[in-house]
């Protein structure tokens, strides 16, 4: 049973997390969730102090917080400051998460917090953390029900604003003529890229969720011009690397997230090599 709340974990947070990769990828703006997941630390940290806990809640709260005013930090300097995409990740990156190590060295030196503990998570441990409801009842892992929702918030916010993301993702000057918010869609498509990364961290950790955004989508990318179609390849990739993933894992006793991203590289690696022979052919 460990073995399938596991490979559903990895599942939820691979299609999920490959789905905005898509728009991200599409963007130009992939490593965004990699400058979120550290930029969360002093988010963290600020948590921690203020409620004098290591409880879920205050921390994803301080998280995500932290993520979103990051999305709008990059913005800022990209629109403003006039610093392309790159430049202003790197730096809103490496910032805040030194923030974050500050604040932590000085404010929680006795308490086991650290960036390792708060970006590494450890996938095999999904299962041992279960919701019990009131009566006793075991309702299986808590990571499960908390990435099923905000699965099920970009399954819909995608279904509903496909048009909107599609437009401004390809045409925002277009969408900026017919009367379309480019900026509603881009900070609506990097909070959900937050909330993603915040949720799915603590569970899978920070190098899954960044390979998991990355990856299945610039796989997909090399396999159709269609978005929708895209779409639907990022999350059998992400599918694929978790169950493959996880059986490697098992067969060499090593990390599960390190073996499903492994996975992701040599489906990304085989698809590659496919798609430059058939181009040259």
Excluded at 14 to 21: D, E, F, P, Q, S
Excluded at 37 to 47: D, E, K
Aim: proline fraction near 2%; hydrophobic fraction near 60%; charge should be positive.
């Amino acid at each position: 049973m460990n073995a399938f709340w596991i490979i559903l974990t990895g599942i939820l947070v691979a299609t999920t997390a490959g789905w905005l990769g898509c728009f991200l990828v599409l963007r130009k703006m992939s490593m965004v969730g990699d400058a979120i997941s550290h930029a969360v630390l002093p988010g963290i940290a600020i948590a921690f102090i203020i409620s004098g806990s290591t409880a879920n809640i205050p921390m994803l709260i301080g998280a995500a917080s932290i993520g979103l005013f990051a999305t709008f930090f990059i913005e800022t300097l990209n629109k403003k400051g006039r610093l392309q995409s790159d430049a202003s990740i790197g730096i809103v990156f490496t910032l805040l998460f030194a923030i974050g190590v500050v604040i932590i060295n000085v404010f929680a030196t006795n308490v086991h917090i650290d960036q390792e503990c708060v970006l590494y998570g450890e996938i095999a441990y999904v299962p041992l953390d279960t919701w019990i409801a009131g009566g006793g009842q075991n309702l299986g892992p808590r990571a499960i029900w908390i990435l099923g929702a905000v699965f099920l918030i970009v399954l819909f916010t995608i279904i509903i604003g496909y048009k909107g993301l599609f437009i401004t993702t390809f045409d925002p000057d277009y969408a900026k003529a017919i009367g379309i918010s480019t900026t509603f869609w881009h900070y609506l498509l990097m909070g959900l890229v937050s909330l993603t990364t915040v949720v799915a961290f603590e569970s899978v950790g920070a190098i899954l969720v960044v390979a998991f955004i990355i990856v299945p989508a610039a796989t997909a990318y090399l396999l159709t011009n269609n978005l929708k179609i895209m779409l639907i390849f990022s999350a059998i990739v992400g599918i694929i690397a978790s169950i493959g993933g996880y059986y490697f894992a098992v067969v060499l006793n090593a990390s599960i997230a390190g073996a499903m991203t492994v996975v992701l590289g040599l489906l990304f690696a085989v698809v590659f090599i496919r798609f430059r022979i058939r181009r040259q052919i």
